[in-house]
């Protein structure tokens, strides 16, 4: 690898040189219908909720349509949306101690039925989070909230029990599978927020406002009448749910769609090559990796886990799957991030890996497959279905892998039961895997809870490995205390290490940010945590 030094440069490099948008206002494009926009989506979505579902496709629509104290600019920083400020410690918001969180409100603004925003819906959210009975995805950091305090209708105090660093964006940020604020004056007299039909069409607080939801099919928006900010220029939005990159590549192609945001990596030439579309790629905060079910025998060995990384080639896998599209590093958090940290980069080692199963007492058999008491490595890989780029990834591995006795059979599932939650038995949160890939996204915090603390087990959370480790345990503890940058990044790369030493999970490769819409689109400038945070003044 590169020294970071130089990476970063090169990476910077490349967001430099990578935009370019057309010039003049000539509708070019025939299919173009003026202020009408059409998305494309590979990822289904089991409901609209982003307190009880998470998807990359409903963060996308939640960053259109959802309340949020904080949003995020065109450099990833935090800025303020319904709060009037972002608090720290610096400006007063946060206490000396860590333990106070001020949260001033704007005055004036509106849901998207005209009903009236104010504190008593922040409290009645953070109460609905840490409510037992709803199915929230996690409740991280929420569980130090130990007081609330509202001394008028337009400020909340968070009263915590020990400091937070990640109160940004998990308090209703937009980065992230995070929640939104949500209506008091709709879902208020509930005693859970699991079946209402509020799931299936929210209220919330953004320029755009839901319409309709036709399951499997496509979700439509409108402008948002009662936005606080004003009316955004394009006044229709529908996405549609293409369940196969190859069929999305060809609607670009045609017209019948006019964005395909996160292009999965292994198109980027592809969707270059069209000359009405203009592509953007940059790297982003999203993650392709490999995941292990810790729960599951065989993937239990930390042995067996360490000899597969080293049967994995990444190079190559960017270098032919991917087009050379993708960096790959151990470290989970990108090295455009100012918490990245470098650490060694495993190498591709067939010669090693056999030796560790060797020590570690898997056998092989007659047909080739080890095998330790009884327990054979003939793992079941689930995979989500329309993608045929990561199709491509799993069979590059099945390659490498037998060269080592490990097998697997392919195991494939449509992607809103893929990533379904675990209250609707998705195949990632009920464990139904030995072994996985797809990719996150990493919060712009560098929190690891998600991926890697003992609560985070689902159905506490997104921690789909059942990976729990009382080094890994404390390490998050210090983490969420240090609200200084500088000292996060220190824990956040001994986390990192630690995450390496025991591979509950690896990193394929940093996922490059791909974007690909039509020539028509104006001024649309995308970040690498909320692509959609920004939407006002893009128009078509």
Known sequence: MAPRALAVALLLALVACTRVEPTGVAVKNPWTVPHALRIGEVQDISGLNPHIVAAVALGNLSQLTMAYLVRYDAHNAPVPELATSVPTQRNGGISRDGLTIVWHLRRGVRWSDGAPFDADDVVFSTNAVNNPRNNEIGRDGWDKIVRIDEPDKYTVVYHLSQPYSGYLPSFFGSAGANPCILPKHILGSLPDINTAPYNSKPVGIGPYRYVSWKRGESVELEANPYYWRGQPKIKRIVERFIPDRNTMLTLLRTGEIDLWPYVGTGYLKRVQEISTAV??????????????????????????????????????????????????????????????????????????????????????????????????????????????????????????????????????????????????????????????????????????????????????????????????????????????????????????????????????????????????????????????????????
């Open 279 to 540: 592509t953007l790629h940059f790297p982003g905060f999203f993650y392709a990796h490999v995941d292990f079910n810790l729960s599951h025998p065989g993937v239990s060995d930390p042995a067996v886990r360490r000899a597969l990384r080293l049967a994995t080639n990444r190079a190559e896998l960017v270098a032919k799957v991917e087009g050379g599209s993708g960096i790959v590093q151990e470290n989970q958090i990108t090295a455009v991030s100012p918490l990245y940290a470098e650490i060694p980069l495993v190498p591709f080692d067939i010669a090693a890996a056999n030796k560790l199963l060797d020590a570690a007492g898997w056998k092989r058999g007659p047909d080739g497959v080890r095998a330790k008491g009884g327990v054979r490595l003939a793992l079941t890989w689930a995979a989500s279905t329309g993608t045929p780029d990561i199709d491509r990834i799993i069979e590059s591995i099945r390659a490498t892998w037998e060269q080592i006795g490990v097998t697997f059979q392919v195991k494939r599932y449509q992607p809103a039961l893929f990533f379904g939650p675990y209250s609707a038995g998705g195949t990632l949160f009920t464990g139904k895997f030995d072994v996985t890939t797809f990719a996150w996204g990493q919060t712009p915090d560098g929190d690891y809870t998600p991926t890697s603390a003992c609560s985070s087990i689902p159905p506490g959370g997104e921690n789909v490995t059942h990976f729990c480790d009382p080094v890994t345990e404390g390490l998050l503890v210090r983490s969420k205390a240090a609200y200084d940058e500088r000292a996060r990044r220190t824990i956040l790369r001994r986390l990192a290490l630690r995450t390496s030493e025991l591979v509950p999970y690896f990193v394929i490769f940093i996922r490059e940010d791909i974007h690909a819409y039509n020539k028509d689109l104006r001024g649309w400038h995308p970040n690498s945590s909320t692509p959609f945070d920004d939407f006002m003044n893009v128009d078509i």
